[in-house]
Structures are given as structure tokens and as C-alpha cells.
């Protein structure tokens, strides 16, 4: 068994070496190049016929000896062979019969010795009709107009949405069923607040001062000690500056009879133990003595007690400590995603909407009623938030960027980005979302069906059917005509860099 092959002969011509090409039988061409004629030292020969081999779905394999022209074909991504088990074994004639073919060159067949004149005209005259043949089909192949298409494929960005669970419960296995993987992140924190308080009241500031006289009605001197409490009205008390003496009373004689008595007198001053207005007494408005010794003295002041002043001053009130608690949870409210951010970093996705807060205990600095221009109140919270996992929802944003392509485009690129992320429901242990996510998609660019839409077509209409197509963002059209061929092989697509055909 002999393999099909291509023989060529140092006249060969390119036209008839492609012609050749095309109708060879065999998926895998074989071109046997012998002496290395200088046709396929030629690149553009060499690029021509390997277009057109690539056109129908040939492997192009080139047998040669010749080191240049060996390296040349490897350069193009020609296939090459040094040697080849061939089946030499038959006769020529043999091998011609099983589709063997010579281009361009007489067929090597071995004349018989006693041949006739007849037979041997009847061969030349059959080979000179194929030559014939062979140049017109060659030349007709030739002035075909040809075409060049590069297309470029369409890029954009998807936007989707989808529906997904989350919960501490799932497993990566359940992303495929639309369930998030998630974890309840806790932490307990406290919170000191200062706020101005509001209430106000009058006090002392400055007590009132004044001086008293002390009666002595007794046959004995009464040393009264400092802070002696005297009482004026209203229960209103007063202390003693120091100690005084209050004399005897002194009885007055002429001729050894009794004619009057003078009671003791002393004066000494008094301030008021209570600071404020409220010391201030009017004259003779102070008549107690408190203990021992009223019994024994009397006193009252003849002039008023003055100088007591007052002052406003602030107090907490009840209302103060309900602003207090509502500022304390107001900031417990701001600084909660900030807390909780240090917890999630970035393995984790935070949602607010599923940031729970649980104040533990509040207390206050001062009491209701206490003297302060301030009131701190100090709040102790526990944090708590359920947040999925970062790498299963890029795996459930991937999955759902296949399932929302649209015809004729695939995803290009690995990166799909999260939009938004809305909680739709709660549950005990579960939440749902609603997540809109963008990827980058291209369109899918088929060289095969692009020359089916277009071959045979004038340039407008090919124009107007590629820009038709979803998956293509732009066309340039080459050609030599005013129509494109109507063979698809005439026509070559030319894909930008990087794009695959499929």
C-alpha cells in the first residue's frame, strides 16, 4: 500500500501546486520536494499554499533534504519530515493508479521497448489535454476575485441579578443550590458619652453676716464659746464669730437702798450657716438662743443681717439622662460598622442592614438632682453580625454570569464584580439577598459562518450582516471586487490577538 503524495518537478507552477492542494484526496498532504525547487524556497509560495491547505482542512506536511527549506517551513509552522517510510515496492504505473499524482511534470512511465508509434502519440496527445485543462482551471482559480475579512469581536459589561440565602449553617457545597456560606461575627464594647445638662437652681453663694446683742439678766457672768447657733426666722441659723463674755447683771444703790439694776450687755458678731439670700434678716429677727443657754441670755440684733448672695447654677434632671442614653446609643449606632469592620477584614462581606446591636448595661456619672454642668453616661454594648464569605460569592457571581450570557458570547476574563447586596428577608438563622453583579463578556466569532453570511455578497450587504450580528463590534472588508467570492476558501478571517475562533 503506497501513501498519496505530491511529487514536484523543478517546473512546477504555483498555480497548479494549489490546485493540486485543494482536490487532493487525503486529509494529510504530503509534498515530496526532491531537488528543493525553488517555488517552495519562495515564502509567499510557501505562506500561499499552507492558507489554502488551512482553508480545506489539510495538514500540509513537507518532505525535503534541504535544511533551508526545512527551517523555513518550520518558521511558518509547516510540518516537516527528513524521512518517510514510503511503499516504493510497486511500479510506477502501480502507484499512479492509487492516486499518486506529479505536478507539472511528465509522468515517469516506463516505455515498453517495442512500443507502437500510435500508443505512444495517444499518450502525448491525453497528456497535453490535462495540461491544458490544468492551466485553465488554474487561471480561472486565479482571476477570482479575493477577499480579506478581519472582524473584531463585540466587548461589554453584563449586569445581572439573583436571589441567594445566607447563613452560618451553609457549606461551599451549597452554593450550587444558591445558598451562601456566612459567619455571626460578635464583639462587646463600651461607649462614654458627656452631654450638657439642662437643669437649673438658685444657691448660696455668699452667707449673711451681721452682729447681735446678748442680755445677761442673771447675778452671773456666761461666757458664750464660738459657733453658739442662734435662730432667726424661718428656722434660719446662724454660728457665733468667737467667744464672748456677757456680764452680770450690775444692781445701782444710794443711802444703801436699791433704786435700779442694769443687765449685762455684749455684742458680737454672727454669720449665717446657710450661704445664700436666705440669711439675710431683718432687725430684732433673731431672738433663740439654741441649747443651755437661752435660759440664762437673750439675744436679738438691732440692725438687719446682710449681704447673703446667691447663684444659678446647673443640675442633672431626669430629662438629662434620657438625652445622655439617647446620644450613648446614637454613637453606639456610628461607631458599630467601624467596630465591626476590624472584625469582618477581608474575608468577609458586611451588609449593614444585618449589623445587630444589644446594649449590656448604662450608667450614669451623677445622680438626678446632683450639681454638674455635665453629665457622662457610659454604655456597655454587645455587636453582632452575620456576613458572607468574599470567595462564595465570587463563586456564585461567576456561576450566575454563564447562566445569563446571551447567545453567541462567552465570558472573558475571570473578575466578575458585586454591585449591591439588599437584604429581601430574615429569618432565625437565615437572610436573603437580592445581589447585582457585572462581568465582562466578548462575542463568539466563527470563521466558517462568517464566509456563509457573507460569500457572494456585495460589500454593503456583507458590511450590513456582520454589523447585524450581536457578537461583532466591527468589520473591515478587503477585496478586489465590487462582490465578495462565492467560495468560501477565496475568503480569509483574520481575528484580532488573543481571540480564539470557535
Same mark, same amino acid.
Do not use: C
Given at each position: 500500500?503506497?501513501?498519496?503524495?505530491?511529487?514536484?518537478?523543478?517546473?512546477?507552477?504555483?498555480?497548479?501546486?494549489?490546485?493540486?492542494?485543494?482536490?487532493?484526496?487525503?486529509?494529510?498532504?504530503?509534498?515530496?520536494?526532491?531537488?528543493?525547487?525553488?517555488?517552495?524556497?519562495?515564502?509567499?509560495?510557501?505562506?500561499?499554499?499552507?492558507?489554502?491547505?488551512?482553508?480545506?482542512?489539510?495538514?500540509?506536511?513537507?518532505?525535503?533534504?534541504?535544511?533551508?527549506?526545512?527551517?523555513?517551513? #518550520?518558521?511558518?509552522?509547516?510540518? *516537516?519530515?527528513?524521512?518517510?517510510?514510503?511503499?516504493?515496492?510497486?511500479?510506477?504505473?502501480?502507484?499512479?493508479?492509487?492516486?499518486?499524482?506529479?505536478?507539472?511534470?511528465?509522468?515517469?512511465?516506463?516505455?515498453?521497448?517495442?512500443?507502437?508509434?500510435?500508443?505512444?502519440?495517444?499518450?502525448?496527445?491525453?497528456?497535453?489535454?490535462?495540461?491544458?485543462?490544468?492551466?485553465?482551471?488554474?487561471?480561472?482559480?486565479?482571476?477570482?476575485?479575493?477577499?480579506?475579512?478581519?472582524?473584531?469581536?463585540?466587548?461589554?459589561?453584563?449586569?445581572?441579578?439573583?436571589?441567594?440565602?445566607?447563613?452560618?449553617?451553609?457549606?461551599?457545597?451549597?452554593?450550587?443550590?444558591?445558598?451562601?456560606?456566612?459567619?455571626?461575627?460578635?464583639?462587646?464594647?463600651?461607649?462614654?458619652?458627656?452631654?450638657?445638662?439642662?437643669?437649673?437652681?438658685?444657691?448660696?453663694?455668699?452667707?449673711?453676716?451681721?452682729?447681735?446683742?446678748?442680755?445677761?439678766?442673771?447675778?452671773?457672768?456666761?461666757?458664750? %464659746?464660738?459657733?453658739?447657733?442662734?435662730?432667726?426666722?424661718?428656722?434660719?441659723?446662724?454660728?457665733?464669730?468667737?467667744?464672748?463674755?456677757?456680764?452680770?447683771?450690775?444692781?445701782?444703790?444710794?443711802?444703801?437702798?436699791?433704786?435700779?439694776?442694769?443687765?449685762?450687755?455684749?455684742?458680737?458678731?454672727? *454669720?449665717?450657716?446657710?450661704?445664700?439670700?436666705?440669711?439675710?434678716?431683718?432687725?430684732?429677727?433673731?431672738?433663740?438662743?439654741?441649747?443651755?443657754?437661752?435660759?440664762?441670755?437673750?439675744?436679738?440684733?438691732?440692725?438687719?443681717?446682710?449681704?447673703?448672695?446667691?447663684?444659678?447654677?446647673?443640675?442633672?434632671?431626669?430629662?438629662?439622662?434620657?438625652?445622655?442614653?439617647?446620644?450613648?446609643?446614637? #454613637?453606639?449606632?456610628?461607631?458599630?460598622?467601624?467596630?465591626?469592620?476590624?472584625?469582618?477584614?477581608?474575608?468577609?462581606?458586611?451588609?449593614?442592614?444585618?449589623?445587630?446591636?444589644?446594649?449590656?448595661?448604662?450608667?450614669?456619672?451623677?445622680?438626678?438632682?446632683?450639681?454638674?454642668?455635665?453629665?457622662?453616661?457610659?454604655?456597655?454594648?454587645?455587636?453582632?453580625?452575620?456576613?458572607?464569605?468574599?470567595?462564595?460569592?465570587?463563586?456564585?457571581?461567576?456561576?450566575?454570569?454563564?447562566?445569563?450570557?446571551?447567545?453567541?458570547?462567552?465570558?472573558?476574563?475571570?473578575?466578575?464584580?458585586?454591585?449591591?447586596?439588599?437584604?429581601? #428577608?430574615?429569618?432565625?438563622?437565615?437572610?436573603?439577598?437580592?445581589?447585582?453583579?457585572?462581568?465582562?463578556?466578548?462575542?463568539?466569532?466563527? %470563521?466558517?459562518?462568517?464566509?456563509?453570511?457573507?460569500?457572494?455578497?456585495?460589500?454593503?450587504?456583507?458590511? *450590513?450582516?456582520?454589523?447585524?450580528?450581536?457578537?461583532?463590534?466591527?468589520?473591515?472588508?478587503?477585496?478586489?471586487?465590487?462582490?465578495?467570492?462565492?467560495?468560501?476558501?477565496?475568503?480569509?478571517?483574520?481575528?484580532?490577538?488573543?481571540?480564539? %475562533?470557535?
Amino acid at each position: 500500500m503506497s501513501i498519496n503524495k505530491i511529487r514536484l518537478s523543478s517546473d512546477v507552477k504555483i498555480e497548479q501546486l494549489v490546485k493540486e492542494i485543494i482536490n487532493h484526496p487525503d486529509h494529510r498532504v504530503i509534498i515530496e520536494a526532491g531537488e528543493s525547487p525553488e517555488i517552495l524556497k519562495n515564502e509567499i509560495n510557501l505562506r500561499l499554499i499552507k492558507f489554502y491547505a488551512e482553508e480545506e482542512d489539510k495538514e500540509l506536511i513537507i518532505k525535503s533534504n534541504d535544511p533551508g527549506l526545512l527551517s523555513l517551513a #518550520q518558521r511558518l509552522g509547516v510540518s *516537516t519530515l527528513k524521512e518517510i517510510e514510503l511503499d516504493l515496492s510497486q511500479s510506477k504505473y502501480e502507484a499512479f493508479d492509487e492516486g499518486e499524482s506529479q505536478v507539472a511534470a511528465t509522468p515517469e512511465y516506463e516505455k515498453p521497448v517495442k512500443e507502437g508509434f500510435s500508443r505512444w502519440r495517444g499518450q502525448w496527445i491525453t497528456a497535453i489535454l490535462i495540461l491544458l485543462f490544468t492551466l485553465g482551471l488554474a487561471l480561472w482559480f486565479f482571476i477570482q476575485p479575493k477577499a480579506k475579512v478581519t472582524v473584531f469581536p463585540k466587548y461589554q459589561d453584563l449586569q445581572f441579578t439573583a436571589s441567594v440565602k445566607i447563613s452560618n449553617l451553609y457549606k461551599d457545597e451549597d452554593i450550587s443550590r444558591g445558598g451562601l456560606p456566612a459567619r455571626i461575627l460578635t464583639k462587646e464594647a463600651d461607649i462614654q458619652v458627656q452631654t450638657i445638662t439642662t437643669g437649673k437652681k438658685t444657691v448660696g453663694m455668699v452667707p449673711a453676716v451681721g452682729k447681735v446683742f446678748f442680755t445677761n439678766s442673771t447675778n452671773q457672768p456666761v461666757v458664750l %464659746p464660738k459657733g453658739t447657733v442662734l435662730l432667726g426666722r424661718n428656722g434660719v441659723r446662724f454660728l457665733t464669730d468667737k467667744d464672748v463674755l456677757v456680764p452680770q447683771k450690775s444692781v445701782k444703790y444710794e443711802s444703801g437702798i436699791e433704786v435700779g439694776a442694769a443687765y449685762g450687755i455684749a455684742e458680737v458678731g454672727v *454669720t449665717a450657716v446657710q450661704k445664700g439670700t436666705v440669711g439675710n434678716q431683718p432687725a430684732r429677727s433673731i431672738s433663740r438662743i439654741e441649747g443651755k443657754f437661752q435660759r440664762l441670755l437673750k439675744v436679738t440684733n438691732p440692725a438687719p443681717i446682710m449681704n447673703g448672695t446667691d447663684k444659678k447654677v446647673s443640675v442633672v434632671t431626669l430629662e438629662d439622662v434620657k438625652n445622655g442614653e439617647a446620644e450613648a446609643r446614637r #454613637q453606639m449606632q456610628l461607631i458599630g460598622p467601624d467596630t465591626v469592620s476590624a472584625l469582618i477584614g477581608g474575608e468577609h462581606l458586611y451588609i449593614p442592614d444585618l449589623l445587630k446591636s444589644e446594649v449590656i448595661k448604662i450608667s450614669y456619672s451623677q445622680n438626678i438632682g446632683s450639681e454638674s454642668d455635665v453629665l457622662q453616661t457610659n454604655l456597655d454594648y454587645r455587636i453582632s453580625v452575620l456576613a458572607p464569605m468574599r470567595a462564595s460569592i465570587n463563586k456564585f457571581l461567576a456561576k450566575q454570569l454563564d447562566l445569563n450570557l446571551p447567545p453567541h458570547f462567552l465570558v472573558a476574563g475571570d473578575k466578575v464584580d458585586l454591585v449591591t447586596a439588599t437584604v429581601t #428577608q430574615t429569618g432565625a438563622e437565615w437572610s436573603e439577598l437580592k445581589i447585582e453583579g457585572k462581568g465582562r463578556i466578548r462575542g463568539v466569532l466563527n %470563521p466558517q459562518q462568517i464566509k456563509d453570511l457573507i460569500k457572494g455578497k456585495s460589500l454593503d450587504e456583507a458590511k *450590513t450582516i456582520l454589523l447585524g450580528r450581536n457578537e461583532i463590534a466591527s468589520a473591515r472588508i478587503v477585496t478586489s471586487g465590487a462582490k465578495l467570492p462565492g467560495y468560501g476558501f477565496h475568503i480569509r478571517v483574520i481575528l484580532p490577538d488573543g481571540v480564539r %475562533p470557535r
